[in-house]
């Protein structure tokens, strides 16, 4: 909350602290808003598109930034006392994730462990279960994990059937999966070896990738129809670049996702950071999304 503070503060913006910190504007705003209800005072005024410190806020400011300094100071400090550290650790993620709440916990991460690299393998279907067996990784997070592993469900993303709106596909409606076929599906390929099919290869034309995001840009090439996450999506949906598919039946699917460690892991103090920092940043997600709901 106060690393929120200080950055609203220095830029007064909440779009621009959003940037800075990598969270939604929605999740700014609901940080700074909860701060004011704890302390029963405001900390901003909008003057205009400005967010302006009150006298209150003027005068906690430079007190806050002397505490947070001191507070990552003091996390420093003690780094030097707890043994050796890791050099480099090994994760792996799904490539369907939201990219900013990877980059969230990196960033949150890399203010304690400053002195630590993170090698992030973009894992997809079997991908993150191969780099476990190889012990390449130790901490992944993907829809399918073995059951060996400390598991912890976090969430679903939702998936969306696409074409542009120039394709064939667009201009019909109440399309049926044997209808479908005859179109070229735009797949992303199995970063693993076990070629695992996820169960919606149905077309006689494919164009398989390594990535959403060079799906998604056949996708709006006219290359073909593919079914990718609703937050990659959502913006070409909303500025007519692209169009959902009018299928019969099944109009929307979801790949609900695990975040697994290994049991001789849980002792590594990095890793378990990492881990608890993604099921945190889970549940505040979930929180944010049920009050927006309400």
Same mark, same amino acid.
């Given at each position: 909350?106060?690393?929120?503070?200080?950055?609203?503060?220095?830029?007064?913006?909440?779009?621009?602290?959003?940037?800075?910190?990598?969270?939604?504007?929605?999740?700014?705003?609901?940080?700074?808003?909860?701060?004011?209800?704890?302390?029963?005072?405001?900390?901003?005024?909008?003057?205009?598109?400005?967010?302006?410190?009150?006298?209150? /806020?003027?005068?906690?400011?430079?007190?806050?930034?002397?505490?947070?300094?001191?507070? %990552?100071?003091?996390?420093?400090?003690?780094?030097?006392?707890?043994?050796?550290?890791?050099?480099?650790?090994?994760?792996?993620?799904?490539?369907?994730?939201?990219?900013?709440?990877?980059?969230?916990?990196?960033?949150?991460?890399?203010?304690?462990?400053?002195?630590?690299?993170?090698?992030?393998?973009?894992?997809?279907?079997? /991908?993150?279960?191969?780099?476990?067996?190889?012990?390449?990784?130790? %901490?992944?997070?993907?829809?399918?994990?073995?059951?060996?592993?400390?598991?912890?469900?976090?969430?679903?993303?939702?998936?969306?059937?696409?074409?542009?709106?120039?394709?064939?596909?667009?201009?019909?409606?109440?399309?049926?999966?044997?209808?479908?076929?005859?179109?070229?599906?735009?797949?992303?390929?199995?970063?693993?070896?076990?070629?695992?099919?996820?169960?919606?290869?149905?077309?006689?034309?494919?164009?398989?990738?390594?990535?959403?995001?060079?799906?998604?840009?056949?996708?709006?090439?006219?290359?073909?129809?593919?079914?990718?996450?609703?937050?990659?999506?959502?913006?070409?949906?909303?500025?007519?670049?692209?169009?959902?598919?009018?299928?019969?039946?099944?109009?929307?699917?979801?790949?609900?996702?695990?975040?697994?460690?290994?049991?001789?892991?849980?002792?590594?103090?990095?890793?378990?950071?990492?881990?608890?920092?993604?099921?945190?940043?889970?549940?505040?997600?979930?929180?944010?999304?049920?009050?927006?709901?309400?």
């Amino acid at each position: 909350m106060w690393r929120t503070f200080i950055a609203v503060a220095e830029h007064g913006s909440t779009v621009k602290a959003a940037e800075q910190l990598h969270k939604s504007q929605s999740a700014i705003s609901h940080s700074i808003n909860k701060m004011s209800a704890m302390l029963g005072q405001e900390l901003f005024v909008i003057e205009g598109r400005q967010s302006v410190l009150t006298e209150l /806020g003027k005068q906690l400011l430079p007190k806050v930034q002397e505490l947070h300094h001191s507070a %990552l100071q003091i996390e420093k400090s003690a780094m030097k006392f707890e043994g050796e550290l890791s050099q480099e650790i090994s994760i792996a993620v799904d490539v369907l994730l939201p990219a900013r709440f990877v980059l969230e916990v990196i960033d949150r991460f890399h203010l304690i462990y400053p002195h630590v690299s993170l090698r992030v393998y973009e894992t997809a279907l079997s /991908g993150a279960s191969q780099l476990l067996g190889e012990g390449s990784v130790s %901490l992944a997070i993907a829809s399918a994990l073995p059951k060996e592993l400390k598991l912890e469900p976090l969430f679903e993303v939702p998936m969306l059937c696409v074409c542009a709106r120039d394709f064939d596909l667009a201009q019909r409606t109440s399309i049926t999966q044997a209808e479908l076929k005859a179109f070229r599906h735009v797949v992303i390929r199995d970063s693993g070896n076990q070629d695992v099919d996820s169960g919606w290869r149905g077309s006689y034309l494919r164009l398989t990738v390594t990535h959403p995001s060079t799906a998604l840009n056949s996708i709006l090439d006219g290359v073909g129809f593919g079914w990718l996450p609703q937050h990659l999506v959502q913006p070409y949906l909303n500025d007519g670049r692209l169009v959902r598919v009018d299928l019969e039946c099944e109009q929307t699917r979801s790949v609900k996702f695990q975040l697994g460690i290994k049991p001789d892991q849980c002792h590594n103090r990095e890793l378990r950071t990492l881990f608890e920092f993604f099921s945190a940043l889970c549940a505040m997600a979930l929180s944010e999304r049920d009050d927006e709901t309400q």
